[in-house]
């Protein structure tokens, strides 16, 4: 049994249960107290044996009537656990006095398979009282029955009631339609139905039925009819937009939301409605002469028996009637309210609108209008209407003009009324001026060129009119220019006549160079020499208006001075003031070089520059050189420069071939070098820096992987058909020893014991590896020795000499040393400096270490400027400082006393015809 109750049903289910626990304490404390009557009755549920597909039959008792009045009695059930009386199906059986059981017959709602709960009760004024809650799994019922419905008929969104019985008291449960149609259920009982017609209802007569757990019962006695709206007509039947038309009808009234209007398929406002009438307006998007009216209530449209017939706009007048360009007009009458729909012409010249309203349109004069009278007409879908009177422009008329003189070119400006709208014809004389700007009361034009003297304006806009009084043509001419020398940024002064006092409409050159204009009158212009003008004497030209003048005499730029030079000692880095006259104040104008490197200029004035010696040259003794203006002048005195390396300039008739590499030698203090390109040999001093032409030998021309030692300070060279020969320095000449032991070149060749070395030639022409032979020179010719042990794809890179051992890089990194005494190779450490793909490598020996660079990266494509030191004591590799002034290849390289050479060669871009002397004992004083 359970207890609740409506509002307060908790709580006193609460109090009935400590009543009941109560009184079981009483009783089995005092057995001989009387019991407590209960106040509320009880009530049990039956399980529901009797269940057919008709429907189910439910059973219950009342076992105790307790001390309150039974108002009703019956049974709750639904698909949810716990069914009550408020929320899902019930049975009422009635008020009752008395106990026992009591049983319902259920012939609705139940679904067949679905599960049950079902629960007796019995209700007071103050409780429910529940039974056990029980379930059952439903066979299926029977349809709902109708006994009839109020009213008969009805409009949409109204309520009808239906009679009858077996309804769900869960409203969603009863599915009511009117034929097809759906409607919602608003409230229900086991009895009646409150049912809200569907605005989707299109059908005027309707049978209604209700379905309920699948199960439907339609009523055949009468059918529901539906209350239709109606038109009979529209007044009036011809409107212009905005005006309100009446439709007049029947059953008309309806919430506003729910009706709408449409008028040629627009929108139309509607402003009343009253149940037999509706006032709507007519839609200014309206494009037909004759249109349809249609009202939409819900989903029903009606249609007017009648057509709208469109009335056309008009103009009944002009405000002003005349005006000239760009002046605003009113037109008065009846007009389509969106602008963006209107347009008016001036003849066929469309204006612009700027503002509209159902009476009035404002448009501007159309700057392009050209006739002096015009109709206007207003188009607007579907009409074209013109206006009864005509529009005219007003005339051009001249007031004034200034200057009333100046040469051709001035600019004249012409003061009147309506010069606006299309562009003005001006004229001096018979000769058409150019138009520079106008507006409605401005001209400004250009005295045209072809003539001189007093002359008329005149000024044609559709009409041509002509000014009172003349223009003075007159010409330009230079009497003088002062001075005709002189450096940058120099004042000069042109005296003349009929110049145009105006820098917009005179111009100064130098020959090519325009020069900045600083004053101008009609009689003196004064200009500043360009900054960019050269040593070349140059005509001076003014241009004034469209007449250009040239001076019969021409200009001199003068050259500049070098005067002083600090500071005495030059730093990388540091900054060099150079003082003097006539330089060029713009500091890129002025180059300033030492030794051919090109400093930095940070500023410069007339008679100073100041310029920063880059970190990235190479040392040396030259004097500063100065260019600006085409003139090139250098300080009296050299200037050194210390540093690791130092630049050296061969002279020009030795050029070594900077597309292949060379053969270098030195002995006895002197450096030797032959280009590879014409056999060219000359031998350098390095302690006078002389270099002495010592002739070409063509047997060496091109001689490419040639093999270059020195012994016994006698210079050799060694390679496959050029065979061995040795040089005469006293005869100049070399002398053929005999031929190479293979007949390979880019071997590599030692000096060892006073004995020559030679061998690992490769076979280029197919990409052969180094062959391993190995020789020994010496009076009975070449001994072969033991074969390198090592391999290699290709050929060896660098190799050297030092105390009677000799060493060589392969094409693989890999580095050995030769060991002349036992005639066995080691192989060491591998070569850091550079990867497999570089070539054309630079070596040398420098008090007994090894230096190897340089060299091109195959793969890469890029010139190294790389620099490596080999230690034979500790057998290890150490970086030297990278060459000046880029990576380069093809060099030739050799050593003389304490320094190292490095000379010509080529980068990727830039070729170099220089020696860099490399002293890497140098410590920076």
């Not at 199960?215 to 055949?220: A, T």
């Not at 005149?458 to 009119?465: C, R």
């Not at 003349?470 to 010409?475: A, M």
Request: hydrophobic share 35%; charged share 15%.
């Amino acid at each position: 049994m359970f207890l609740v109750g409506r509002t307060k049903e908790i709580i006193r289910e609460l109090v009935v249960l400590f009543c009941l626990g109560l009184s079981v304490f009483i009783l089995n404390k005092c057995e001989k107290e009387k019991a407590v009557p209960r106040i509320y009755p009880r009530v049990n549920t039956f399980p529901v044996d009797e269940i057919s597909k008709e429907g189910a039959t439910f059973s219950g008792e009342i076992y105790s009537l307790g001390t309150e009045n039974i108002t009703e009695h019956g049974f709750v059930w639904g698909t949810s656990t716990v069914p009550t009386y408020d929320y899902n199906n019930k049975i009422l059986l009635g008020p009752t006095e008395k106990t026992g059981e009591f049983k319902a017959e259920i012939l609705t709602t139940l679904v067949k398979g679905t599960k049950y709960a079902v629960r007796a009760f019995v209700k007071t004024d103050e409780y429910i009282v529940y039974g056990q809650n029980l379930s059952f799994i439903s066979l299926g019922s029977g349809a709902p029955q109708i006994t009839g419905f109020e009213p008969e008929s009805a409009k949409l969104g109204d309520t009808i009631i239906i009679h009858g019985k077996n309804f769900s008291w869960v409203s969603d449960e009863n599915i009511v339609r009117l034929n097809a149609t759906i409607c919602t259920t608003a409230k229900s009982s086991d009895t009646v139905l409150l049912v809200i017609i569907n605005t989707n209802l299109t059908d005027i007569k309707s049978k209604i039925s209700v379905t309920i757990a699948g199960n439907i019962s339609v009523y055949d006695k009468k059918e529901f009819t539906l209350i239709v709206p109606t038109i009979s007509k529209i007044y009036p039947v011809d409107a212009i937009w905005g005006d309100t038309i009446t439709i007049t009808g029947d059953n008309l009234t309806f919430d506003i939301g729910n009706i709408s209007a449409t008028i040629g398929g627009f929108s139309s406002k509607i402003i009343g409605s009253k149940n037999d009438t509706l006032r709507v307006t007519v839609p200014y998007e309206t494009t037909s002469l004759t249109n349809e009216v249609k009202i939409k209530i819900y989903n029903l449209n009606l249609i007017a028996p009648e057509s709208l017939t469109l009335i056309s706009p008009f103009i009944s007048g002009i405000l002003p009637k005349n005006g000239t360009w760009g002046n605003s007009i009113s037109l008065t009458g009846r007009f389509n309210t969106l602008t963006a729909r209107n347009s008016v012409y001036f003849g066929t010249v469309q204006a612009t609108i700027t503002a509209t309203t159902a009476r009035v349109i404002t448009v501007k004069i159309p700057n392009t209008l050209d006739l002096v009278n015009s109709t206007i007409t207003y188009k607007v879908t579907p009409f074209t209407v013109n206006a009864t009177d005509q529009f005219t422009l007003n005339p051009p008329e001249i007031k004034s003009f200034s200057p009333v003189s100046g040469p051709s070119g001035t600019n004249v400006i012409i003061k009147g009324n309506n010069f606006g709208g299309i562009s003005p014809i001006v004229k001096f004389g018979g000769t058409s001026a150019t138009v520079k700007s106008y507006n409605d009361s401005i001209i400004t034009v250009q005295v045209p060129s072809g003539g001189f003297g007093p002359i008329k304006i005149s000024v044609t806009k559709l009409e041509t009119i002509t000014s009172l009084g003349d223009f003075d043509v007159t010409i330009p001419k230079i009497n003088s220019i002062y001075p005709l020398s002189g450096t940058f940024n120099d004042e000069i002064t042109i005296n003349g006549n009929n110049f145009i006092p105006s820098t917009d409409g005179t111009s100064v050159k130098f020959g090519e160079y325009q020069a900045t204009i600083e004053s101008v009158t009609a009689t003196e212009i004064r200009a500043l020499v360009p900054l960019s003008l050269d040593s070349i004497p140059n005509p001076i030209i003014i241009t004034t208006g469209f007449t250009s003048l040239t001076y019969v005499d021409k200009f001199i730029l003068l050259p500049h001075q070098i005067q002083s030079i600090s500071p005495g000692q030059l730093q990388f880095g540091g900054d060099v003031s150079i003082t003097g006259d006539n330089f060029n104040p713009d500091p890129t104008r002025d180059i300033v070089k030492w030794n051919g490197y090109s400093l930095n200029v940070k500023s410069a004035s007339k008679n100073e520059i100041i310029a920063t010696i880059p970190t990235s040259i190479a040392g040396g003794i030259s004097r500063i050189e100065v260019e600006t203006g085409g003139y090139i002048r250098k300080s009296d005195l050299a200037y050194e420069i210390k540093a690791q390396w130092t630049r050296i300039i061969p002279p020009a008739w030795f050029s070594a071939d900077t597309y292949r590499p060379g053969l270098s030698f030195s002995s006895k203090g002197l450096g030797y070098m032959l280009g590879s390109g014409d056999g060219n040999m000359t031998s350098f001093n390095p302690s006078n820096n002389e270099f002495i032409n010592l002739g070409t030998f063509p047997r060496f021309s091109k001689c490419y992987g040639a093999a270059t030692l020195v012994n016994n300070d006698t210079l050799y060279i060694i390679g496959g058909s050029i065979g061995i020969n040795r040089y005469d320095i006293d005869l100049n000449n070399w002398i053929y020893l005999g031929p190479a032991p293979i007949s390979y070149m880019y071997g590599a060749a030692f000096t060892l014991n006073g004995k020559i070395y030679y061998g690992l030639t490769c076979n280029t022409a197919d990409y052969s590896p180094i062959d391993k032979g190995f020789w020994r020179y010496d009076e009975s010719g070449w001994v072969r020795l033991n074969d390198f042990p090592g391999n290699a794809d290709w050929t060896q890179k660098a190799y050297f000499s030092i105390n009677n051992k000799g060493y060589v890089i392969l094409h693989d990194n890999k580095f050995w040393e030769y060991d002349p005494d036992s005639d066995t190779w080691t192989n060491l450490l591998p070569f850091p400096g550079f990867n497999v793909n570089r070539d054309y490598c630079n070596f040398f020996v420098i008090s007994d270490k090894g230096y190897v660079g340089l060299g091109y990266g195959v793969s890469g494509g890029q010139a190294f400027d790389d620099l490596w030191v080999f230690d034979p004591t500790t057998k290890t590799w150490t970086q030297a400082p990278s060459i000046i002034g880029g990576g380069r290849y093809y060099s030739l390289g050799f050593s003389i006393g304490t320094k190292g050479y490095i000379g010509f060669g080529r980068s990727i871009y830039n070729e170099y015809y220089d020696i860099l002397e490399f002293d890497p004992n140098f410590t920076g004083k």
